[in-house]
């Protein structure tokens, strides 16, 4: 027993009584580490941002409030008491935007205080740029953390504006783009209706005033000009970010007005267009002209050439392919289906012939290969991970695309389903899925006319009828796996293929010609 105290009180403790010390300890770290997961689920689903600015900041927010809902994000801009500095999301000075990685290579949020003519959000900081779901909402930031991006100092004597000419019917959906910017910065865009191009920045043109008539006041004179409130961005690669010409000025229905008075005025040639940085003495910088275009736009070209590869020779009359008819006359290529067209051709004698062919009339559906690429990817269009088969689902487009027209198709066999299809004001297009899509991974993707636009694409999962997701299979149904589209089958000898207006150039093959031969009876 003496040996037993002697060991108790010289600090030596025996095995069991060490044991209950470790596990009292491991008990208040595991309860440390459940109150911690707790507390991180519980800022987590407040939907609260982090702000790393990454730089030595004095009164300005470190977060954003918000609530979260899945992945949609309300960010509260405007959280009472924080009105003095919630102007700090859209920070002075050469701040550049949000981004959710640290060299700018993540997803872009901007914000800004509006100070156009909307009355719901005046003098309200608001959402400027922000990766959307297909519901609309903002999506949530990867992380839950945004890190300020700053801009750099930029050369601008080799800017080049894409775009150079545009109609008037074009002007609202009009997306400029333009190249040779020396560094990365924001600025405000301007544009004003003259008579001639600017010359050097020297700003000396002879353009439109307020009362729709020509001044020598240059574009900043007593002059009228469309003010953009919306950001202009140049990015670090030198070239600017997509800029809609049809809307974000302080008030759109004068962007309308100024539109009209500028191709109602026939001296009025160009449109020329400025961008003044942000935070900075630099003079507004011109960055291009672009020219009035006047002309009427040409009516879509929905007629297939019917008589392509059509010939006729009479065993007397020689060739008689002048004097063939086709019934129908002419093919409608903006629907789709069948359509037999008869050929008849009669000779000097009164002898016919006559021959049948059907043309088709469909759409050319992207290559997977070739355009379903990480470039043409946009991880916002469906928004959606896991979806029923014949579900209503709803796009929501890149900025640029409101108001454009295009196909919609779902992959992995390319099956339509929209032709012609018009994206909405706001960037959403609604269209159904097949009610027979198989379960798996598919992709689904917007096909605009306009060749200026890329196509653009998302993916998304159906699941078997027993609820549990079907795992793809790598090399199957992955857009970068390079799955090829199912072989077209081969067209009939009578067939001929004429592919949609708008979706592709027209063709008509599968057959070499018609020939009609037309013999005498007498």
């Given at each position: 027993?003496?040996?037993?105290?002697?060991?108790?009180?010289?600090?030596?403790?025996?095995?069991?009584?060490?044991?209950?010390?470790?596990?009292?300890?491991?008990?208040?770290?595991?309860?440390?580490?459940?109150?911690?997961?707790?507390?991180?689920?519980?800022?987590?689903?407040?939907?609260?941002?982090?702000?790393?600015?990454?730089?030595?900041?004095?009164?300005?927010?470190?977060?954003?409030?918000?609530?979260?809902?899945?992945?949609?994000?309300?960010?509260?801009?405007?959280?009472?008491?924080?009105?003095?500095?919630?102007?700090?999301?859209?920070?002075?000075?050469?701040?550049?935007?949000?981004?959710?990685?640290?060299?700018?290579?993540?997803?872009?949020?901007?914000?800004?205080?509006?100070?156009?003519?909307?009355?719901?959000?005046?003098?309200?900081?608001?959402?400027?740029?922000?990766?959307?779901?297909?519901?609309?909402?903002?999506?949530?930031?990867?992380?839950?953390?945004?890190?300020?991006?700053?801009?750099?100092?930029?050369?601008?004597?080799?800017?080049?504006?894409?775009?150079?000419?545009?109609?008037?019917?074009?002007?609202?959906?009009?997306?400029?783009?333009?190249?040779?910017?020396?560094?990365?910065?924001?600025?405000?865009?301007?544009?004003?209706?003259?008579?001639?191009?600017?010359?050097?920045?020297?700003?000396?043109?002879?353009?439109?005033?307020?009362?729709?008539?020509?001044?020598?006041?240059?574009?900043?004179?007593?002059?009228?000009?469309?003010?953009?409130?919306?950001?202009?961005?140049?990015?670090?690669?030198?070239?600017?970010?997509?800029?809609?010409?049809?809307?974000?000025?302080?008030?759109?229905?004068?962007?309308?007005?100024?539109?009209?008075?500028?191709?109602?005025?026939?001296?009025?040639?160009?449109?020329?267009?400025?961008?003044?940085?942000?935070?900075?003495?630099?003079?507004?910088?011109?960055?291009?002209?672009?020219?009035?275009?006047?002309?009427?736009?040409?009516a879509p070209d929905t007629v297939a050439p019917v008589?392509?590869?059509?010939?006729?020779?009479?065993?007397?009359?020689?060739?008689?392919?002048?004097?063939?008819?086709?019934?129908?006359?002419?093919?409608?290529?903006?629907?789709?289906?069948?359509?037999?067209?008869?050929?008849?051709?009669?000779?000097?004698?009164?002898?016919?012939?006559?021959?049948?062919?059907v043309v088709r009339v469909k759409t050319v559906a992207?290559?997977?290969?070739?355009?379903?690429?990480?470039?043409?990817?946009?991880?916002?269009?469906?928004?959606?991970?896991?979806?029923?088969?014949?579900?209503?689902?709803?796009?929501?487009?890149?900025?640029?695309?409101?108001?454009?027209?295009?196909?919609?198709?779902?992959?992995?066999?390319?099956?339509?389903?929209?032709?012609?299809?018009?994206?909405?004001?706001?960037?959403?297009?609604?269209?159904?899925?097949?009610?027979?899509?198989?379960?798996?991974?598919?992709?689904?993707?917007?096909?605009?006319?306009?060749?200026?636009?890329?196509?653009?694409?998302?993916?998304?999962?159906?699941?078997?009828?027993?609820?549990?997701?079907?795992?793809?299979?790598?090399?199957?149904?992955?857009?970068?796996?390079?799955?090829?589209?199912?072989?077209?089958?081969?067209?009939?000898?009578?067939?001929?293929?004429?592919?949609?207006?708008?979706?592709?150039?027209?063709?008509?093959?599968?057959?070499?010609?018609?020939?009609?031969?037309?013999?005498?009876?007498?």
């Amino acid at each position: 027993m003496k040996d037993r105290d002697s060991v108790m009180r010289g600090g030596v403790k025996p095995l069991w009584l060490r044991l209950v010390g470790v596990l009292a300890a491991l008990a208040m770290l595991l309860t440390g580490m459940v109150a911690t997961a707790t507390a991180d689920a519980a800022d987590n689903a407040s939907g609260d941002v982090k702000l790393v600015w990454g730089r030595d900041m004095f009164y300005v927010k470190d977060a954003i409030e918000g609530v979260r809902d899945g992945d949609a994000w309300t960010p509260d801009l405007d959280t009472t008491g924080d009105s003095d500095y919630a102007d700090t999301l859209d920070y002075g000075r050469d701040f550049y935007g949000w981004n959710t990685k640290a060299d700018g290579t993540g997803d872009w949020y901007r914000f800004r205080r509006n100070f156009g003519r909307d009355s719901s959000t005046f003098n309200k900081v608001v959402v400027e740029q922000a990766p959307k779901l297909s519901n609309g909402k903002v999506k949530y930031p990867e992380g839950g953390v945004l890190y300020a991006q700053w801009q750099t100092a930029g050369q601008y004597d080799k800017v080049q504006l894409q775009q150079t000419k545009v109609r008037k019917s074009d002007f609202k959906n009009l997306t400029i783009t333009s190249t040779g910017w020396g560094g990365t910065f924001r600025g405000a865009l301007y544009i004003a209706a003259c008579g001639e191009p600017a010359k050097d920045n020297t700003y000396d043109q002879s353009c439109m005033g307020p009362d729709g008539t020509m001044a020598n006041e240059g574009p900043f004179g007593n002059n009228w000009y469309a003010n953009y409130y919306n950001r202009f961005y140049a990015d670090a690669n030198g070239d600017s970010e997509p800029f809609s010409l049809g809307s974000g000025t302080l008030d759109d229905a004068d962007l309308s007005k100024f539109v009209d008075a500028a191709y109602a005025n026939s001296e009025v040639k160009y449109f020329t267009v400025y961008v003044f940085i942000l935070n900075s003495d630099t003079s507004p910088i011109k960055i291009g002209d672009i020219a009035l275009d006047r002309s009427v736009a040409p009516a879509p070209d929905t007629v297939a050439p019917v008589f392509a590869g059509v010939s006729a020779r009479d065993d007397r009359d020689g060739d008689v392919t002048s004097a063939v008819t086709v019934s129908p006359s002419a093919v409608d290529t903006s629907e789709l289906g069948e359509t037999t067209l008869t050929y008849t051709v009669k000779d000097k004698a009164g002898n016919t012939a006559t021959v049948s062919r059907v043309v088709r009339v469909k759409t050319v559906a992207p290559d997977a290969d070739r355009d379903l690429t990480g470039d043409t990817r946009d991880d916002g269009l469906i928004g959606l991970g896991v979806v029923a088969p014949g579900a209503k689902v709803t796009l929501q487009l890149p900025a640029g695309y409101a108001g454009r027209t295009g196909d919609v198709y779902v992959y992995s066999d390319p099956t339509v389903l929209a032709v012609g299809a018009t994206v909405s004001d706001e960037g959403t297009l609604g269209v159904a899925l097949p009610a027979g899509l198989p379960a798996g991974v598919h992709r689904i993707v917007f096909k605009p006319y306009d060749a200026s636009l890329p196509l653009v694409w998302d993916s998304f999962e159906v699941r078997a009828a027993q609820g549990k997701p079907v795992p793809s299979t790598p090399g199957k149904t992955d857009a970068t796996a390079g799955k090829k589209p199912a072989a077209k089958q081969p067209l009939p000898d009578t067939g001929s293929d004429v592919a949609l207006v708008g979706v592709a150039v027209l063709v008509l093959a599968a057959v070499a010609g018609i020939v009609l031969a037309v013999r005498r009876r007498g």
